[in-house]
């Protein structure tokens, strides 16, 4: 178990490192994750339609 634990810590130390030269990390938005995040909330007034035909 040891074992096991002990190669995914040194591949993910590989990987981040790799990322890191390559200017891949989120400090320097150029990460190639997509992003998830709400847009910007926009606040429109509410108005009624006053050229509507009845």
Request: glycine residues 6%.
């Given at each position: ?7 995914i810590?040194?591949?993910w130390?590989k990987?981040?490192?790799?990322c890191?030269?390559?200017g891949l990390t989120?400090n320097s ?6 992003r ?6 926009e606040?429109k ?10």
């Amino acid at each position: 178990m040891n074992k096991l634990l002990s190669l995914i810590t040194r591949g993910w130390q590989k990987y981040t490192s790799w990322c890191d030269k390559m200017g891949l990390t989120e400090n320097s938005q150029r990460c190639c994750m997509p992003r998830l995040q709400d847009p910007p909330l926009e606040k429109k007034p509410l108005t009624k339609d006053t050229g509507k035909s009845s």
